[in-house]
């Protein structure tokens, strides 16, 4: 097996924590590093620990810092984090600030396992790419193949 992607969430609804914690551990390509109910918590545990995540998932929608906030900061401060998000929000302009605010993708909350196993394998194939003009033309066509 590949080794395991660090993960760390931040949700504030409980019902989505539980289930991402356990879909994480039950596909076995996860280590889950942290679980929040919300951005500040997350971007607080990121600068208190020395082990940091590989991916971390955000919901738009949080109290006291939301997933916009939350990217931000965790950008500025950690470029190495893949930031991806996570919403029930149907709203494309919603989704594309929030792209701009430092996520990689936005995904849908109606499909958690979809979404880890689609973070797991965009996170694989550009690990070992160092190019970020190489990683914003595969970004582009991996949201076009996802839109569809």
């Known amino acids: 097996m590949d080794k395991k992607l660090k993960l760390a969430f931040a949700d504030d609804n409980i019902l989505h924590l539980k289930m991402i914690e356990h879909l994480a551990r039950e596909m076995g390509n996860y280590e889950l590093l ?20 590989d991916v971390c ?9 939301d ?7 965790l950008r ?3 470029p190495s984090i893949k930031l991806f998000g996570y919403s029930a929000s149907e709203s494309e302009d919603e989704k594309k600030r929030f ?4 996520v990689c993708l936005v995904f849908s ?8 196993t689609s973070i797991y394998h965009y996170t694989r194939l550009f690990e070992n790419l160092d190019i970020m003009d190489v990683e914003k033309k ?3 066509q991996w949201n076009y193949i996802n839109q569809q």
């Open 76 to 78: 500025r401060r950690y």
């Open 99 to 102: 792209i701009d605010s430092g």
């Open 34 to 53: 942290y679980s929040c109910n919300n951005g500040e918590n997350l971007v607080r545990l990121v600068e208190a620990n020395t082990e940091k995540p």
């Open 67 to 73: 997933g916009m906030e939350t990217a931000r900061r």
């Open 138 to 140: 595969m970004l582009e």
């Open 109 to 116: 909350k109606q499909s958690p396992r979809k979404m880890l």
């Open 57 to 65: 998932i955000l919901d738009l929608h949080m109290p006291q810092m």
